[in-house]
């Protein structure tokens, strides 16, 4: 059956949220990879945090710097196997942050 990556993006302007709120998005995204584990379709996932660092190669130098994109980043991650593209569609419209405006890339894996 194939697998399929569900890349989590969202505004990272939003951070820092109150703990509150960040419990509960991690309860739910918890919850949600629970459920898709008791289907068999969760394989394996994880939140991401907003900090992190860049490695590029400029002018044969390589360079580390902060992250650029400071609006949009990568929340986290579930790796799902699935019938297909539209199955794992649907599952990405059920991500428990979708309503609140993440965007879900849905992306097959070799």
């Not at 890349?7 to 309860?27: G, H, M």
């Not at 739910?28 to 289907?39: C, P």
């Not at 986290?76 to 879900?104: H, R, S």
């Amino acid at each position: 059956m194939p697998k399929f990556i569900l890349i989590i993006r969202e505004d990272l302007s939003k951070y820092p949220i109150a703990d509150e709120k960040l419990n509960a998005i991690i309860q739910a995204h918890s919850n949600w990879a629970r459920e898709l584990s008791k289907q068999g379709k969760f394989i394996d996932g994880n939140g991401i945090p907003p900090e992190g660092k860049l490695v590029e190669k400029v002018n044969n130098h390589v360079i580390e710097s902060p992250l650029r994109d400071v609006k949009e980043g990568i929340g986290g991650f579930y790796i799902l196997e699935v019938e297909d593209m539209n199955e794992a569609l649907v599952i990405a419209k059920q991500c428990p942050t979708f309503d609140e405006g993440d965007v879900i890339e849905v992306r097959p894996l070799m």
